[in-house]
């Protein structure tokens, strides 16, 4: 758990937004999956439901996907940066 915590605490206050928003949305969709249940015809879940489920499931997805994209990208530029650096200094 204290490795958890730790962790927690290097992500900037974007990731933590992104992350925040990433896991309420897909709550938000599993709920409507779930009240689309109960709505009549009970025990079917029309197709608008699952329609909107599937967007919100690639909204999610976009806002950790692009997230993490770009911070590989950013890491492997930096790297690449130091490296030339490194090799001009030498």
Same mark, same amino acid.
């Given at each position: ?15 933590? #937004? #992104?992350?925040?928003?990433? /896991? ?10 779930? #009240? ?44 690449? /940066? ?9």
């Amino acid at each position: 758990m204290k490795h958890l915590k730790q962790e927690f605490d290097k992500l900037t206050f974007k990731e933590v #937004i #992104i992350y925040t928003l990433a /896991v309420v949305t897909m709550l938000a969709g599993l709920t409507l999956l779930f #009240i689309g249940l109960f709505i009549p015809p009970e025990g079917e879940i029309h197709g608008s439901v699952l329609t909107a489920f599937g967007s919100v499931c690639i909204f999610v997805a976009s806002l950790l996907g692009i997230s993490l994209h770009y911070a590989n990208e950013l890491d492997k530029f930096k790297n690449d /940066v130091q490296e030339r650096l490194d090799e001009f200094i030498k």
